[in-house]
């Protein structure tokens, strides 16, 4: 499976920073993009993670690009076996954000923001009233 199938933009932050997918990730995006229910079993280090979240990514990009950014929503819900993992997977899209927002000036094209939030029992009330106001398009919970 190459890169074809992401957004030129998502693609080349990819290769630029990783270079060629993992197997995991390989075999894990045909499915993930058709929309299927999909279970990426692979050992730690493989992709795991960034599989499901550019995919998600893409989405995100494609939708902001077509619409004119996007709708204050929340899309995607990642659900972390830990809590202390919660904030990692939160730093974690950091980058791949704001590597994808450069490619996209870089291509001449507009600026997709896409907001992230972690989200626990611990959240203080002020955040949530913040996130009720103008939600993240992904939220990290436990």
């Known amino acids: 499976m190459s890169l074809n199938s992401f957004h030129p933009a998502v693609a080349e ?3 630029q920073t990783l270079g060629a997918p993992t197997e995991a990730q390989a075999r894990a995006w045909p499915s993930i993009q058709s929309g299927r ?4 079993a692979a050992p730690t280090g493989s992709g795991k993670t960034l599989a499901a979240f550019l995919a998600a990514l893409d989405q995100l990009v494609r939708r902001g690009l077509v619409d004119g950014g996007l709708p204050d929503e929340t899309a995607v819900i990642y659900v972390s076996p830990l809590k202390a ?3 990692d997977v939160r730093i974690n899209l950091e980058v791949p954000l704001a590597g994808i927002r450069d490619e996209l000036l870089q291509l001449w094209l507009p600026d997709v923001e896409i907001r992230t939030m972690v989200r626990t029992g611990d959240t203080p009330q002020a955040e949530r009233d913040k996130m009720r106001k103008r939600p993240p398009h992904i939220v990290v919970t436990t």
């Open 37 to 40: 229910a999909t279970l990426v």
């Open 85 to 87: 993992l919660s904030n």
């Open 13 to 15: 932050w990819f290769v």
